[in-house]
């Protein structure tokens, strides 16, 4: 009974470089969630996949940002020419349903992620 | 707007302490409202909810009452332990039901 996985748990890159982060949700769960959380705030909404589709990407803050689900399982999150405000962890969340049971979704671990 | 707000951190309370969390909200409608929890060095995960007013959401001795009265939401624990000292962030889903909005977040320490 794995849950949602992430990789890598760390990263720091140097300004102006490319990133991915990685999330592995639980099997047969169909909708994947991406949030940013700063330091001592509440998570706050990127983008939405229902299958390989991103249903809601209205949470991305710039055209630097994009994600992917290819085959409706895991998730890239990819982070072009990074800055520092780009710092912070980025969450992963998966649920088995959309509609009201959207919100009771399962959580990774994050990637925690240092622009310097 | 569209919005959770919870009352500011950090909290302190000696073991055995009532909590009380206050959490309200803004939203066009009955949103699900939620309860999540992250533990220190843990990934955040769902304590309770509720899903239309009235309902009372309940799970490891919290509580929380869905009151749109007052668009309310406070979470309640009638005695606390040391292993609750965590952040708690109300949530509530969003009226196009594809996402979930928190709150800032409130840092509970409890000393025994």
């Known amino acids: 009974g794995a849950g949602v996985s992430q990789t890598p748990s760390n990263k720091v890159t140097e300004k102006g470089k490319y990133v991915e982060l990685r999330c592995d949700p639980i099997?047969?769960?169909?909708?994947l969630y991406w949030y940013r959380q700063s330091l001592g705030q509440g998570p706050e909404f990127l983008i939405y996949?229902?299958?390989?589709?991103?249903?809601?990407d209205s949470g991305l803050p710039n055209d630097r940002f994009f994600a992917v689900r290819p085959e409706g399982s895991v998730s890239t999150l990819k982070i072009q020419r990074t800055e520092r405000g780009d710092s912070a962890v980025y969450l992963c969340?998966?649920?088995?349903?959309?509609?009201?049971?959207?919100?009771?979704?399962?959580f990774g671990p994050g990637t925690r992620l240092t622009v310097t | 707007g569209n919005s959770v707000t919870q009352m500011e951190g950090p909290v302190t309370l000696s073991e055995e302490a009532f909590l009380t969390i206050n959490c309200t909200y803004t939203?066009?409608?009955?949103?699900?409202l939620f309860w999540y929890v992250q533990y220190p060095g843990e990934g955040l995960q769902l304590l309770l909810k509720?899903?239309?007013?009235?309902d009372k959401g309940s799970n490891k001795g919290f509580e929380a009452t869905y009151r749109k009265e007052t668009t309310s939401f406070h979470l309640e624990k009638g005695s606390v332990q040391v292993s609750d000292s965590a952040v708690y962030f109300c949530?509530?889903?969003?009226?196009?039901?594809?996402?979930?909005?928190f709150g800032p977040g409130t840092s509970l320490s409890v000393i025994p």
């Open positions: 099997s047969g769960h169909t909708a």
């Open positions: 949530a509530r889903l969003s009226s196009s039901y594809d996402k979930v909005i």
């Open positions: 939203a066009t409608g009955y949103p699900s």
């Open positions: 509720a899903t239309k007013a009235d």
């Open positions: 996949f229902q299958g390989t589709g991103a249903a809601d």
């Open positions: 969340a998966s649920s088995p349903t959309s509609g009201q049971g959207a919100g009771e979704q399962y």
